[in-house]
């Protein structure tokens, strides 16, 4: 049964500061692996989508990398800034699904101090 | 208007109410899926419809009851609810079912507070 796992729960940096968040996942057989980010009391924003043919996808600031062997995604935050501060959370794509089955982690609550 | 729109954005019901979420899309996409957010609790999801039709429904109870009458607009009924069905309710859509190679664009979510 695929798990997604996000460590820690909650992160807080400097302005400034460059940062990773981790996402795991326990089955190297997804179709891809998606990063989103949530603000308080809104939906799900998508950061950076990367499929499973690839090993990184930028975006602006922001870099996720993919490494389907070790079952491991990160999402670079470069220059972090206030505006950064958000709940970021990472959702897999597993193969041999009857339908879409997007299993999500619990996110990574990430604030940004001035 | 672009993107994925729900309405309400709150809604408070009683247990013996009868209420109904609504999604809408514009992005053209033929897929969509209702998610359940409670706190401190991944999202699960609830139901998914390609092309109008419902291909996956998570074991969730029949309190809950989707309808897609096109591609465009998802309705989630809700009837006899327990306060522990409060949730912020999530509406997302994808060009293609199973979504292998496009990604979810979700909607800002109906906070849902049953008393």
């Known amino acids: 049964k695929q798990e997604v796992t996000q460590i820690p729960a909650a992160l807080s940096v400097p302005e400034g500061e460059n940062l990773v968040l981790n996402c795991s996942f326990t089955?190297?057989?997804?179709?891809?692996l998606q990063w989103f980010r949530q603000d308080p009391g809104k939906g799900l924003t998508s950061l950076l989508l990367?499929?499973?043919?690839?090993r990184e996808q930028t975006s602006g600031r922001l870099n996720a990398s993919l490494d389907k062997s070790s079952g491991r995604s990160t999402l670079y935050i470069a220059a972090s800034q206030p505006g950064d501060s958000a709940t970021y959370l990472c959702a897999v794509n597993p193969k041999g699904s009857s339908a879409s089955k997007i299993i999500f982690g619990s996110g990574t609550r990430l604030s940004i101090r001035p | 208007e672009t993107g994925v729109t729900q309405t309400p954005r709150h809604l408070v019901m009683g247990m013996t109410n009868k209420k109904s979420l609504k999604c809408e899309q514009h992005l053209g996409h033929n897929a969509m899926y209702w998610y359940k957010q409670s706190a401190k609790k991944p999202l699960e999801l609830m139901f998914v419809y390609s092309l109008e039709e419902r291909v996956e429904n998570n074991s969730v109870p029949s309190r809950f009851s989707p309808e897609c009458p096109n591609s465009s607009h998802l309705f989630l009924h809700l009837h006899t609810l327990q306060p522990e069905d409060s949730a912020l309710y999530l509406c997302a859509s994808s060009q293609e079912s199973p979504p292998q190679g496009s990604p979810l664009h979700f909607g800002n979510g109906t906070r849902l507070t049953v008393t």
């Open positions: 089955d190297s057989a997804i179709y891809n």
């Open positions: 990367i499929q499973s043919s690839q």
